[in-house]
């Protein structure tokens, strides 16, 4: 036999109130000045709570709000902590555009670009495939082994690497782990790959090759990330290496 406060219980979380109740929350929905009006039932109702027994009407709103302020509190907190994320980057930008400037070498430009991804932003591994041509190979004697200049075969498809977009993150298969860090010591989870592009004088793309990034951290390039950084640190370089190729 179900009782008639199971019933009733069963009643108000399939349909939101029991129909006896119904009354009554409409004439208190309606009666926004009630408790106003007889202020003494505040102290006198004491609302059900699991933990501390009966509470009074004004501690349970009072805790009611506190949840709220707590909650508010905490997303705030996030807010503001995105925003000074935003701010790092657009300074980490715009020192990285000024610093490109002022590279004497394409060496540099790599040697810039590695220690600015490896010492502010913490990546693990920073690998450059370039494409080759007569200016590279002179210029990139004496780069250092993680730029790695090869042929047009660098360009070779790799599944979903860049299908619609300029910069992959996700999974490190063994594909991507063998064509862009063959060498690596890490135990690669995740990569972002950047293209590296410019527009020719009849506004083709040159691809000029990619800048690969590795982590151990299977989330820290995952596929739902915003690339909206990456493009643009991408479009810095891209910029600045286009001259080598016109």
Do not use: W
Not at 173 to 190: A, C, G, Y
Request: proline share 3%; aromatic share 8%.
């Amino acid at each position: 036999m179900i009782s008639n406060k199971q019933r009733a219980l069963a009643e108000e979380q399939s349909y939101g109130y029991p129909e006896f109740d119904t009354d009554i929350v409409d004439y208190l929905r309606s009666s926004p000045d009630f408790f106003a009006r007889h202020p003494q039932l505040l102290l006198e109702i004491e609302v059900p709570h699991y933990e501390r027994g009966a509470v009074s009407l004004v501690e349970k709103r009072l805790a009611l709000h506190r949840e709220q302020y707590d909650d508010l509190k905490d997303r705030l907190g996030e807010i503001v902590e995105v925003a000074h994320r935003n701010d790092y980057l657009a300074d980490l930008l715009h020192d990285y555009s000024v610093d490109l400037i002022a590279a004497d070498s394409i060496v540099e430009v790599f040697e810039l670009t590695r220690s600015t991804l490896t010492t502010k932003l913490q990546c693990e591994d920073v690998r450059t495939l370039i494409a080759r041509n007569e200016v590279v190979d002179l210029c990139l004697r004496d780069a250092m082994p993680e730029v790695v200049v090869t042929d047009s075969s660098f360009a070779k498809p790799i599944a979903d690497l860049h299908v619609h977009k300029m910069v992959y993150c996700g999974h490190a298969s063994q594909e991507r782990i063998d064509h862009f860090f063959p060498d690596t010591q890490l135990n690669v989870k995740s990569v972002a790959i950047i293209k590296l592009s410019h527009s020719d004088d009849i506004n083709r793309e040159v691809n000029m090759g990619y800048l690969a990034l590795a982590s151990e951290d299977k989330a820290r390039f995952a596929p739902h990330m915003a690339t909206d950084f990456l493009q643009r640190f991408g479009a810095l370089l891209s910029a600045r290496l286009a001259v080598f190729y016109n």
